[in-house]
């Protein structure tokens, strides 16, 4: 009987969730068969057979929360399918029900011990502990320099199997004291895997960094009128549309170039600077908001930063993004303008020390500079940074930075 384990899924994710189950209990399996759906705090993967057999038993439920390392099922290597209600019942049967086995004689059955080769390396006390306790010895860890295991490597593994429950008890009375009872009907929802990590995030950022938002507002005819001008010849050429995100990507840029503690972050008492540009591009999905990140977008063209949006963003919304298009990221821009929101204060993406909120493109009256008052597309810009590393005059004037190259974006074409 082989166990299938929750592997290695990155350096910061250490358990999960189980999302469903792609196999049942006398399922035939080959190696590399998916056979879990795990949803961690940034993607949704699936978790393969190590093994070739049959399901023997499902250790985890739909919903339950899995460690890196725990086993989650046991394959029979040596078994056939078979339905899966037979399985239930060969479950269910009593194990008295069991033909009874004659018991080795004590000298047969030590030197039965001794000739295991393929087995641990144990001590007879240590194994005579083991059968005690109900403890396989293939999960014991020997301190023997050695690796033989003696009985007192044996207790420390039984202890550790009954810590596991209590802790699982402790963190499910923890959650049952947080609730609050009510006198009126109330519907309580489980917050998914990626919701509680979007919202633990969000709070650590707001504890972590000395966050500060300053505004700014940006004249967008410039914009939509070269959009107008431009739109069918650049969709004819590029197979996608000219969007405003590519725009903004490339002002972004510009800016972080002229002001490059914006591109970095913080790692105990140093800055570290980055010299690359990789913009997180907030995605919203049914399951939250995700930042997939644009590598090198300063060595995109216009379309192929506006491919790599639409393709990163279709991916999220199919829940189908790998845990490296989430990583790494050294600024964020997000848009509330699609939901409509007129002004707002994003939140850091940390480790990041600055993000950038567009909002909804409001018709206004502006004074021009001959104080004639005309109406405008304008958009208000608002800048979170981190006040540890960015002082006022440096945030404010990254945001005019950005102002200035967005209203002429001629520039922005040609130096493309």
């Known amino acids: 009987m082989k166990e299938i384990k929750v592997p290695e899924l990155a350096e910061s994710i250490t358990e999960g969730t189980i999302a469903e189950w792609l196999v049942k209990v006398g399922d035939k399996v080959e190696k590399g068969d998916p056979i879990v759906e795990l949803e961690t705090d940034k993607v949704n993967v699936e978790v393969n057979s190590d093994y070739a057999g049959v399901i023997a038993e499902l250790l985890a439920e739909e919903g339950d929360d899995v460690e890196v390392g725990q086993a989650i099922a046991k394959v029979d290597e040596s078994g056939t399918a078979v339905a899966p209600e037979a399985a239930e019942e060969k479950a269910e049967k009593p194990k008295d029900d069991k033909p009874a086995e004659a018991k080795p004689e004590p000298a047969k059955e030590a030197a039965q011990e001794e000739t295991k080769t393929q087995g641990p390396v144990a001590s007879p006390a240590a194994r ?75 709070v650590e950022a707001q504890h972590n960094a000395a ?51 914006l591109n970095a972050e913080i790692q105990g008492d140093e800055i570290v600077i980055k010299k690359f540009y990789d913009i997180g591009i907030a995605v919203s999905t049914e399951e939250g908001l995700v930042v997939p990140v644009v590598r090198d977008a300063d ?40 939901f409509g929101s007129l002004v707002s204060t994003p939140i850091l993406n940390s480790p990041q020390v600055g993000i950038l909120g567009m909002h909804k493109i409001q018709k206004r009256p502006v004074v021009m500079p001959d104080d004639t008052i005309e109406v405008r597309p304008m958009m208000y810009l608002a800048l979170s940074y981190d006040h540890r590393i960015i002082d006022g005059r440096e945030a404010v004037q990254f945001l005019a930075k950005i102002k200035e190259l967005i209203e002429d974006p001629y520039d922005l074409l040609l130096e493309g």
């Not at 519907?187 to 895997?193: D, I, L």
């Not at 005819?221 to 903004?248: P, Q, V």
């Not at 639409?310 to 829940?319: E, H, Q, V």
């Open 211 to 261: 966050m500060l938002t300053t505004f700014n507002e940006v004249d967008m005819s410039a914009i939509m009128k070269l959009r107008s001008e431009r739109k069918d010849e650049f969709a004819e050429k590029h197979g996608i549309k000219l969007g405003f995100m590519s725009f903004f990507t490339k002002a972004v840029i510009g800016a972080l170039k002229e002001f490059p503690l």
């Open 299 to 338: 060595r995109l063209s216009f379309a192929g930063i506006e491919r790599e949006i639409a393709a990163l963003a279709k991916k999220a919304r199919s829940n189908e993004l790998s845990l490296n298009e989430l990583q790494g990221g050294t600024f964020t821009i997000t848009n509330g303008g699609i």
């Open 128 to 202: 005579k502990r083991a059968r005690e306790l109900g403890i396989d010895l293939n999960e014991v860890t020997a301190k023997d320099p050695l690796g033989r295991i003696r009985p007192e490597d044996v207790d420390a593994a039984a202890q550790a199997k009954t810590q596991k429950p209590q802790k699982k008890q402790e963190k499910s009375a923890a959650k049952q004291a947080d609730k609050t009872e009510f006198d009126k009907p109330v519907e309580r929802v489980r917050m998914s895997r990626r919701r509680q990590t979007i919202a633990k995030r969000l």
